[in-house]
């Protein structure tokens, strides 16, 4: 079912409202959808039904307070997100996390990434009908979720990472599991890989759908895997190496035609180098503590203190307080990405000095996604439709924020 | 050819079904949840307790605020009075609205004496929003109730102590806290 011209626009075209709590919209994301017969002529997204404020929200709270927000914006891959916080903050303060830090940092994130592409998978092939992968991808999930579980006592909000480190330790024998567990998961992707791949119905219904050039990816500002379906190397692990990623060998699988089939191609075999680098991270893992000595105490307060003039004797009959308030922050802007399992997300903060973000702004990959369903879905029939929101790994809770 | 002969073959999904036919004999992951239930991880973050001091036999808090300064749901409400003869803060009014926390575990974290705790409990839900509002004495019941079903001989949290983390940075009561061994609970 390849992309078909559109041979003539008569007065036939319907609307068809699909969404917000069409079960393949993947959340509440509402499509204004014009149909001639049974093809797109017009798509136009609707978002926003799960708005709930968390950029003008953390300005309230201090910065570690606020990192517990972001785990709510992609609400599957919340270590990332995390992570991509903390960074930016650490980034700002000029703080640099210890060796050990940055290895259990790559580690969960990785799982984080193996989780979401799971879920993307379990989902995706549901929508186009292959329910055996949706079981076998849960199963999976299930397990990668205990492991967090253990880390560090949440299974889906974690908060795990730390603003200049990570909060606890992992213990010597979960590190083990993991590594076991490691070995299973390559073996599962195969698995995946025979159910799916070669399979003639999955090759009919994902070969040509949504096929989208490398430049017009690069111009929509597509990231991640949608843009390396494309064939476009472009990955934050690699062009501005974080944590541990410098230190680790993996490669960055690329697709060629920009298909639903090469994108998926593409997150198959990411998971496969998620898990040598959560192997590998695993072997080369340094001794140490977690938390950088710089890194703030959780309790920071809103303020800084106020200077005392008065020399700096507290008895001195008056007191004198200056309008200066000691900073608790270095002042100015900054913004900084990493590589979510979704594409790129950004953290923009604006600190004043106090212990509360000024201003942050977050470059949600999955918001950015969704402005490329109208030109994805030209000319295709309904069900591709579905099967291009899934393809594009969309996620309401980061698009919305 | 080969593709030819694969696709009237139908090779491709045999080989398929072939792994759904192979797990069929594998053991079931599900479980039946209320009559079958996965043990928790240690540190799990589940239901609000106050720590019952076996010494003292009441709770540990002595006030400090701090869990109600970095709760980022603002979830706990404090109220203290201070004693005129020894100058220490009395505890007059300890509450946390469970249904607004996030259960991020900060308030563990920061407690300088281990008397805040996110217990491995999760099944608490109630058919009234009163039952989720803890105060003093329900924090210390619901320590009671989670020591009572809790397997090993002593309890010691995972945020207690922080793994990993520099001694020098921890309050002095955080850095080698003393496990809360059950048998002296149940005395």
Known sequence: ?????????????????????????????????????????????????LHRGVEKLSESKTYPGAMTLTDRLDYISSMTNNIGYCLTVERLMGIEPPRRAKFIRTIVSEMTRLSSHLLWLATHALDIGAMTVFLYAFREREQILQFFEKICGARLTVSYPRIGGVRVDIEKNVLDEIDKFMDEMLRRVDEYETLLTENRIWLSRTKGVGQITAEEAVSLGLTGPA???????????????YDAYPEVEFEVPLGENGDTYDRYLCRIREMRQSALIVKQCIEKMPEGE?????????????????????????WSGFIAFSQEKHDLMPKGEIYSAIEAPKGELGFYIVSDGSGRPYRMRVRAPSFIHISAIPKLCEGHLLADVIAIIGTLDIVMGEADR | MNNLLKKILFIDLIKGLLITFKTIFTTPVTIRYPKQKRPLEDGFRGRHAFVRDPETGKERCVACTKCAQVCPSQCIYIDYSINSETGARVLTKYEIDALRCIFCGYCEEVCPVNALVLTEFFEYASYTREDNYFNKEKLLSNWDEFIRQYEKTEYLNKFWHLPGIGRDRLPIGKREPKAVSKKEESQ
């Open chain 1, 227 to 241: 843009l390396r379906g494309s064939g476009v190397y472009y990955d934050i692990r690699k062009l501005m190496p």
């Open chain 1, 290 to 314: 977690v938390l950088s000595e710089k890194s703030p105490d959780i309790d920071i307060p809103h303020q800084g203190k106020r200077k005392i003039e008065a020399g700096d004797s507290l």
């Open chain 1, 1 to 49: 079912m390849g992309q078909l011209e559109i041979e003539k626009i008569s007065d036939t075209t319907f609307v068809l409202q699909m969404g917000p709590h069409h079960p393949a919209t993947h959340g509440v994301l509402k499509l204004w959808c014009e149909f001639e017969g049974e093809r797109v002529i017009n798509i136009k997204p609707d978002v926003g039904y």
